[in-house]
Nanobody, 114 residues
Framework: VQLQASGGGLVQAGGSLRLSCAVP????????MAWYRQHPGKQREWVAT???????DYPDSVKGRFTVSREIARNTMYLRMNNLKPEDTGDYYC?????????WGQGTLVTVSS
């Protein structure tokens, strides 16, 4: 399963971006879909999750600023990021889980300037 992530870019602190993650088909066949990010030289960290049932969850670091959503007809998951901070800079990855299998998209780079 190939996931296609896009939407990264350069934005000033306080600005917004929306990332997209498209799957080939049947987005609801994945038990969960999630966003992660990786700062240069650091481990990948979890950013947001959406279950097939639509339940969402976020770590405290992004809660209230980031919103995960999906468009079922387009088999696409989104991550709306508001009030971006320089520490939000990194490569953002989407992940889809089906059974015991995990599928990752390529990263999309988000750079937040101060």
């Amino acid at each position: 399963v190939q996931l296609q992530a896009s939407g990264g870019g350069l934005v000033q602190a306080g600005g917004s971006l929306r990332l997209s993650c498209a799957v080939p088909r049947d987005i609801l066949s994945f038990k969960t879909m999630a966003w992660y990010r990786q700062h240069p030289g650091k481990q990948r960290e979890w950013v947001a999750t959406m279950t097939a049932g639509g339940t969402t969850d976020y770590p405290d670091s992004v809660k209230g600023r980031f919103t995960v959503s999906r468009e079922i007809a387009r088999n696409t998951m989104y991550l709306r990021m508001n009030n971006l901070k320089p520490e939000d800079t990194g490569d953002y990855y989407c992940k889809a889980t089906r059974g015991t299998a995990q599928y990752w998209g390529q990263g999309t780079l988000v750079t937040v300037s101060s």
